[in-house]
């Protein structure tokens, strides 16, 4: 799995394993603009990734504005993303059989995201939400920073905690929890990712034989570092 960060500032991405199995070596970690790192994945796995922002480290407790893990360490150490944040899912099968893997939405938005089969036999497509959904978010669902800026968007489960929105209850299946305006914000913003609970199963990518993983945030953003001159002639270092 190979992350890289073409956003404009910081983020703290952060891993979780799930069915309660053992974590991965790497749990969270800080990746500036135009950053890379990479970590191995065991097989079989499932999990999430996702990204923090606007952290920082107070009197020795580290905590961030959003998808905070909430472990007070750069790690989260199998604490999972406080929402709104958006999540990268992946289940990885043993021996090269069919990987699935899908962004999703459906516990809010905070920073664009894709993830990116390389190698691997089969459909092997992007799955991706690169748009800045903070950009359209409507007030109600608003998460605003310390500057009053919107940072991220929560889902209209989040933020109103019905039955209609969080499809359950009487609304727990697919027939009874259509679309809801909020979510059809979500998916008008970003189709190749789920914007709610019962979205469609096409949704859901796949890929065998093993591939490897990139992850991107802010996908469609391309960093552009200032430029130098060199005998006259300038260079820029483009992400």
Known sequence: MTFTNRCGYTVWPGTITGDQKHQLSTTGFELGPGATNSMGLPSPWSGRFWARTGCSNNNGRF?????????????????????????????????????????????????????????????????????????????????????GSVVACKSACLAFNTDQYCCRGSFNTEATCPPTNYSKIFEKQCPEAYSYAYDDNSITFTCSAGPDYTIIFCPSRHLVYPSITIDGSHFFKCY
């Open 63 to 147: 905590s961030c504005a959003t998808a905070d893990c909430a472990s007070g360490q750069v790690a989260c150490n199998g604490a999972g993303a406080s929402p709104p944040a958006t999540l990268v899912e992946i289940t990885v099968a043993s021996n090269g059989g069919q990987d699935f893997y899908d962004v999703s939405n459906v516990d809010g938005f905070n920073v664009p995201m894709s993830v990116t089969p390389q190698g691997g036999s089969g459909d092997c497509k992007a799955s991706s939400c690169p748009a800045n959904i903070n950009s359209v978010c409507p007030a109600e669902l608003q998460l605003k920073g310390s500057d």
